[in-house]
């Protein structure tokens, strides 16, 4: 996903389970259910058009051109005119009678209600984030946006990529200003976020034409690319050139120094208190935010619990394939020998880059040959494999999926930090593709976007436990068709299944518990195979994305428990292509509205 989208849903969505309507239900025949669907789904597309309307960043993204040379409002004054559009559109809701509704307008009646009830919820928790950090923020998105997402096809197109280059200053002040009045609320980051936010900022000026570099900036860099496969005279090209660079110098570089320079005065007010508990009512956000991320009611003890028993018996699982390999030594031993041994790792340069990035795809495309085993439906989107971009490979996360656009215009992308190979054993990148591409994140999103079915906003639905427990369940679901056949690459799943299950225990421990950045890096170190760089990151992860990664292991074990009771009540009806569509063709879902779609499946199949 973006990090415009994940952010904003991370932070502003809460989840209320148990939606009810109390209208009292009344008959009604085919035709009148079907008009009233029709004019509520038509409601749906027109608000959705109306918020595609107002972001000039979600109209580039589904392939749109208009307002092609503009960013979105990122003040904070945007929150309180989303709630009062929230408040609005939940009064029209409200009066709708669901009883005058087919069962796939009920589903959307329920997710949008939820939806808007969330936002208002969550009001008080708004200002509870951090606007920059390592894992997202305007200060790497804006970068990341304009190469990955602006198309420049026309001459009118690359003046619209400098309009929008002029357009920084604005978002930039926004930002700032963002930060000012969390700051005012209390919420400050620790310190290490500011020294991996100003790196990648100072990274974005770097290059020509900020300096004397021998090398062009990614940014200048990606503008010439673009525009040299545009049909355009030699003059007309050094024309657009020379605009961009002036705006890179006159616009662009004076609002990242501006922003460097108040995250430097602000560092110096900061400290290294790592959870949530540290913020005003902290208790109260971080149960939310699992709430929000879990979709479920679990406490913060319990997910402590259920991330314990869970390593407890991975580890098991790993003694056994250290047997197999007739490794000698201890579990920690085979750590290490993991960690350490160059056959699980490609050089840390160019070629061995390259030979990452060529296996990744070769492991997608058998896995693609291989869906019919799996899938009754499969998406139309392509899936390519790319390096995360130098600018921000440092401080960005392992890997991540972009989706494709609506239109068919770019292809959805499975992005890979290779900045540190030592990070990227290649017993890990089987999982780790499957999770990403195919038949994971590429499967289920690509697959939302095409339906047919159902309306615009829920295709865009991003639930962490749906979507991410779908990921992981995604890494283990290859097996059952003969791949995983090297047992250093079967290591490699359960060691990703590992790290998430990890990842319950630290998010917990550090939130809830109050451990420190050190502790919770020293328990990843202690438990799993990881390379330090990686445990460093996750827990730094943690420590700015409160509960969000404790949301893989509980959706995987959601979907394992949906699936091992339709197995035992379907008996040799069970058809797991049939429960791959139950779970896909809706979109995502909160994890208790898909126990209740698949208890539904089962009825009519047993009925």
Same mark, same amino acid.
């Given at each position: 996903?973006?990090?415009?989208?994940?952010?904003k849903l991370l932070f502003i969505s809460l989840l209320v389970?148990?939606?009810?309507?109390?209208?009292?239900?009344?008959?009604?025949?085919?035709?009148?259910?079907?008009?009233?669907?029709?004019?509520?789904?038509?409601?749906?597309?027109?608000?959705?058009?109306?918020?595609?309307?107002?972001?000039?960043? #979600?109209?580039?993204?589904?392939?749109?051109?208009?307002?092609?040379?503009?960013?979105?409002?990122?003040?904070?004054?945007?929150?309180?005119?989303?709630?009062?559009?929230?408040?609005?559109?939940?009064?029209?809701?409200?009066? *709708?009678?669901?009883?005058?509704?087919?069962?796939?307008?009920?589903?959307?009646?329920?997710?949008?209600?939820?939806?808007?009830?969330?936002?208002?919820?969550?009001?008080?928790?708004?200002?509870?984030?951090?606007?920059?950090?390592?894992?997202?923020?305007?200060?790497?998105?804006?970068?990341?946006?304009?190469?990955?997402?602006?198309?420049?096809?026309?001459?009118?197109?690359?003046?619209?990529?400098?309009?929008?280059?002029?357009?920084?200053?604005?978002?930039?002040?926004?930002?700032?200003?963002?930060?000012?009045?969390?700051?005012?609320?209390?919420? *400050?980051?620790?310190?290490?976020?500011?020294?991996?936010?100003?790196?990648?900022?100072?990274?974005?000026?770097?290059?020509?034409?900020?300096?004397?570099?021998?090398?062009?900036?990614?940014?200048?860099?990606?503008?010439?690319?673009?525009?040299?496969?545009?049909?355009?005279?030699?003059?007309?090209?050094?024309?657009?050139?020379?605009?961009?660079?002036?705006?890179?110098?006159?616009?662009?570089?004076?609002?990242?120094?501006?922003?460097?320079?108040?995250?430097?005065?602000?560092?110096?007010?900061?400290?290294?208190?790592?959870?949530?508990?540290?913020?005003?009512?902290?208790?109260?956000?971080?149960?939310?935010?699992?709430?929000?991320?879990?979709?479920?009611?679990?406490?913060?003890?319990?997910?402590?619990?259920?991330?314990?028993?869970?390593?407890?018996?991975?580890?098991?699982?790993?003694?056994?394939?250290?047997?197999?390999?007739?490794?000698?030594?201890?579990?920690?031993?085979?750590?290490?020998?993991?960690r350490t041994d160059e056959q699980f790792y490609y050089a840390?340069?160019?070629?061995?880059?390259?030979?990452?990035?060529?296996?990744?795809?070769?492991?997608?495309?058998?896995?693609?040959?291989?869906?019919?085993?799996?899938?009754?439906?499969?998406?139309?989107?392509?899936?390519?494999?790319?390096? *995360?971009?130098?600018?921000?490979?440092?401080?960005?996360?392992?890997?991540?999926?972009?989706?494709?656009?609506?239109?068919?215009?770019?292809?959805?992308?499975?992005?890979?930090?290779?900045?540190? #190979?030592?990070? #990227?054993?290649?017993?890990?990148?089987?999982?780790?593709?499957?999770?990403?591409?195919?038949?994971?994140?590429?499967?289920?999103?690509?697959?939302?976007?095409?339906?047919?079915?159902?309306?615009?906003?829920?295709?865009?639905?991003?639930?962490?436990?749906?979507?991410?427990?779908?990921?992981?369940?995604?890494?283990?679901?290859?097996?059952?068709?003969?791949?995983?056949?090297?047992?250093?690459?079967?290591?490699?799943?359960?060691?990703?299944?590992?790290?998430?299950?990890?990842?319950?225990?630290?998010?917990?421990?550090?939130?809830?518990?109050?451990?420190?950045?050190?502790?919770?890096?020293?328990?990843?170190?202690?438990?799993?195979?990881?390379?330090?760089?990686?445990?460093?990151?996750?827990?730094?992860?943690?420590?700015?994305?409160?509960?969000?990664?404790?949301?893989?292991?509980?959706?995987?074990?959601?979907?394992?428990?949906?699936?091992?009771?339709?197995?035992?009540?379907?008996?040799?009806?069970?058809?797991?292509?049939?429960?791959?569509?139950?779970?896909?063709?809706?979109?995502?879902?909160?994890?208790?509205?898909?126990?209740?779609?698949?208890?539904?499946?089962?009825?009519?199949?047993?009925?």
């Amino acid at each position: 996903m973006s990090i415009r989208i994940i952010h904003k849903l991370l932070f502003i969505s809460l989840l209320v389970l148990g939606v009810s309507c109390d209208q009292k239900e009344e008959n009604y025949s085919e035709a009148e259910i079907a008009e009233h669907s029709a004019e509520l789904n038509d409601y749906f597309e027109e608000e959705f058009q109306k918020d595609v309307e107002e972001s000039p960043m #979600m109209q580039t993204q589904l392939g749109q051109k208009t307002n092609y040379g503009k960013w979105d409002d990122f003040s904070h004054l945007k929150y309180a005119e989303d709630r009062k559009k929230a408040k609005k559109r939940l009064e029209y809701i409200k009066k *709708v009678d669901v009883s005058a509704l087919n069962e796939q307008t009920r589903l959307s009646y329920d997710l949008y209600k939820q939806k808007l009830e969330n936002e208002l919820a969550d009001y008080d928790f708004r200002f509870y984030n951090y606007p920059v950090n390592q894992m997202f923020g305007h200060h790497a998105e804006l970068p990341a946006f304009l190469i990955n997402m602006h198309r420049i096809d026309s001459v009118s197109d690359a003046e619209a990529y400098i309009a929008r280059l002029k357009g920084i200053p604005k978002v930039m002040e926004e930002v700032i200003g963002n930060i000012k009045i969390r700051e005012q609320n209390g919420i *400050v980051p620790p310190v290490f976020v500011f020294d991996r936010v100003l790196e990648s900022s100072r990274n974005v000026i770097k290059g020509k034409p900020f300096g004397k570099s021998v090398e062009n900036s990614a940014l200048l860099s990606d503008f010439k690319s673009k525009i040299s496969n545009l049909e355009i005279s030699e003059e007309q090209e050094k024309e657009l050139i020379s605009k961009a660079e002036n705006a890179l110098v006159k616009e662009v570089k004076p609002a990242y120094e501006n922003l460097i320079s108040f995250l430097e005065t602000q560092q110096k007010r900061a400290n290294n208190d790592a959870g949530a508990w540290k913020f005003p009512k902290g208790d109260e956000f971080y149960a939310s935010a699992l709430k929000r991320t879990t979709t479920t009611n679990l406490s913060a003890e319990e997910i402590h619990r259920i991330g314990l028993d869970e390593v407890a018996r991975i580890h098991g699982e790993m003694e056994k394939i250290k047997e197999d390999v007739d490794f000698e030594g201890t579990l920690q031993d085979f750590f290490e020998f993991m960690r350490t041994d160059e056959q699980f790792y490609y050089a840390n340069d160019s070629i061995g880059k390259q030979k990452y990035l060529a296996e990744a795809t070769d492991v997608i495309n058998s896995m693609k040959a291989n869906l019919d085993e799996l899938f009754l439906t499969k998406p139309e989107a392509e899936l390519v494999v790319k390096a *995360v971009e130098p600018f921000r490979e440092k401080s960005a996360g392992k890997a991540f999926y972009q989706q494709p656009a609506k239109d068919g215009s770019r292809p959805g992308t499975y992005y890979a930090n290779l900045y540190d #190979m030592a990070a #990227m054993p290649t017993y890990q990148l089987e999982a780790l593709a499957y999770h990403e591409g195919i038949p994971g994140h590429h499967m289920q999103i690509a697959i939302a976007q095409e339906l047919e079915e159902i309306p615009q906003f829920r295709k865009f639905s991003f639930y962490t436990a749906y979507v991410e427990g779908w990921g992981l369940y995604s890494e283990l679901l290859p097996k059952e068709i003969g791949f995983y056949k090297d047992p250093y690459s079967d290591f490699g799943r359960l060691a990703m299944e590992l790290w998430r299950s990890c990842r319950l225990v630290v998010d917990t421990g550090i939130h809830a518990k109050k451990w420190t950045r050190q502790e919770g890096i020293e328990y990843y170190k202690e438990n799993t195979p990881n390379a330090e760089s990686d445990c460093v990151k996750m827990v730094e992860r943690h420590i700015v994305m409160p509960g969000q990664a404790t949301a893989y292991k509980i959706g995987m074990n959601k979907i394992l428990e949906l699936r091992e009771n339709a197995e035992e009540k379907l008996g040799e009806d069970f058809d797991i292509r049939e429960f791959h569509d139950v779970i896909l063709l809706d979109g995502a879902l909160p994890l208790n509205i898909l126990e209740e779609k698949v208890d539904d499946w089962i009825s009519g199949k047993t009925n």
